[in-house]
């Protein structure tokens, strides 16, 4: 199994740390709004990832954090009135069914960031005695960036190259040694979130949250870390410089990053207009032609969000799907043992499974991975009728349904609610609401859509479809 590593910019066999087991952080999302779909695609690329390693036999430690302290989660509480904890925690639900709808597993761990403080004062603390961070006046304490040697390996940038005052690291205020120095700790401001610390009430920075984390799940050297391209510099950058100065170890053996996801070809912005929520997009497509869309191409090229796209993708998964349905139909109406000429058919069958782990092998290519899923689907559809046997016809299935697997996609579909079932969820959420039990309401709204029920609510009452 081939992986390229974005530290030496090739392509690099796979051999782990622990022979049999794999340690991998992943950068989760900051929790202040509902995720946006450039947020989904690390979340199914490193997901699926993680699927296939488990596939080959591994046994796989998946750490993925929540950053819940952080200015844009203050800046929300203030305007609404909340604490940062409440807004936090609110959207790391919604974070985790959005994860859900989406089939991404949940990590063996999912630290939060304000719970691990102490760990960040200890590490913060073994930087200063070992000279490379130092406490200003007011109680920033700053990393001396030029101490490290290594600075820019990852980004493969010159520190030298990187001073006037490099905007993404550069941090205001005049108390640092030199400009190109990062917070590890900052001191609070008016009605911020704060923790005790030897330098002065305040809370960490961004960067040194993730060393910690990583460091108490998963140990001082890690198999991967991986992420979108934007936090390859500065933040895994200053991740490296932190847990190698700290620990004394080479931080991560191999990098993954992401690309980005464009919209109709121009980057997702608020102000142009197409920034999509995970949340939206879940109200107009079942949130596995999502994953299914983002896995249609090699995670490390840039991928382009569009509705025609989304329609090709839907149309796509709906092929697999239903070639399972069409074989779990067959099975059901079929006796018998394999007879030779199915017996070599399966063989055949076998060359379909090699090329999807030849391409998943070749640094995780899930889109030459859906290629042969679908080259798989046509020789089910071609070689499969009611005369074969149930042997032959659940093992074709069973092959199917582990493919996908990997992938994420679900065949095994569960049964479809009745539309009577439907329009008496209606008529009770609409009872809720005259009633002004909105949370009931919103628990049978969210109840449907998890059915894939889609609700419009009219001046006529409430329309629904299927998604």
């Known amino acids: 199994m081939k992986l390229y590593n974005t530290l030496t910019k090739q392509k690099e066999e796979f051999v782990p740390l622990h022979e049999g087991k794999v340690s991998m952080y992943v950068c989760g999302p900051t929790v202040y709004n509902f995720i946006h779909i450039g947020n989904a695609r690390p979340m199914i690329v490193f997901d699926t990832v993680r699927r296939y ?32 904890e409440e807004v936090s925690q609110q959207y790391i639900e919604e974070c985790k069914k959005d994860m859900h709808d989406m089939n991404v597993k949940p ?34 304490v700053y990393y001396r960036t030029r101490k490290f040697k290594d600075y820019g390996k990852l980004s493969h940038k010159n ?66 870390h991986a992420g979108g391209e934007d936090l390859i510099f500065p933040h895994h950058e200053n991740e490296i410089a932190q847990s190698e ?12 990053h992401n690309a980005f996801l464009n919209i109709d070809n121009k980057k997702m912005s608020k102000s142009l207009g197409n920034f999509f929520t995970v949340r939206e997009i879940g109200e107009k497509y079942d949130l596995q032609v999502l994953r299914f869309f983002m896995l249609s191409a090699h995670y490390r090229s840039p991928l382009n969000f569009s509705a025609d796209l989304m329609e090709a993708a839907k149309s796509g998964l709906e092929r697999i799907v239903t070639a ?29 499974q090699e090329k999807f782990e030849a391409a998943m092998d070749d640094d995780f290519n899930t889109a030459d991975a859906v290629s042969a899923v679908f080259e798989y689907v046509k ?78 609510d009219t001046r006529e009452g409430v329309t629904w479809k299927r998604a």
Not at 179 to 199: A, I, T
């Open 53 to 84: 390693m488990e596939y080959k036999g591994y046994e796989v430690n998946y750490v993925s954090n929540f950053t819940d302290v952080d200015d844009k989660i203050i800046k929300k509480a203030m305007e609404e009135g909340r604490t940062a």
């Open 107 to 140: 990590a063996t761990t999912h630290p939060l960031a304000t719970q691990e403080i102490q760990g960040m004062l200890d590490m913060i603390s073994t930087l200063i005695e070992k000279g490379y961070a130092y406490a200003a006046a007011d109680g920033t």
């Open 159 to 224: 520190i030298d190259d990187l001073e006037a005052g490099h905007r993404s690291i550069k941090v205001t205020g005049d108390l640092k040694e030199d400009p190109l120095d990062f917070v590890l700790w900052k001191p609070k401001k008016d009605g911020e979130p704060y923790w005790e610390s030897p330098w002065c009430q305040g809370r960490p920075g961004w960067h040194i949250e993730c060393s910690v984390m990583s460091k108490k799940y998963l140990g001082d050297e890690i198999d991967i």
């Open 245 to 256: 100065a700290a620990n004394g170890v080479p931080f991560a053996k191999y990098w993954l």
């Open 324 to 352: 399972a349905e069409n074989l779990q139909r067959l099975s059901g109406s079929t006796a018998g043992e394999l007879s030779e000429a199915e017996k070599d058919l399966l063989n055949q069958s076998h060359a379909y």
């Open 379 to 456: 020789f089910c559809n071609t070689n499969v009728s009611g005369e074969n046997s149930k042997a032959y016809i659940d093992a074709l299935y069973a092959k199917l349904k582990e493919l996908c697997d990997v992938l994420g996609i679900i065949v095994e579909k569960e049964a479809e609610i009745l539309d009577a079932d439907i329009e008496k969820l209606i008529k009770e959420r609409q009872d809720a609401r005259k009633e002004k039990n909105f949370a009931r309401a919103d628990e049978i709204r969210d109840e449907l859509a998890a059915m894939g029920i889609i609700l419009k």
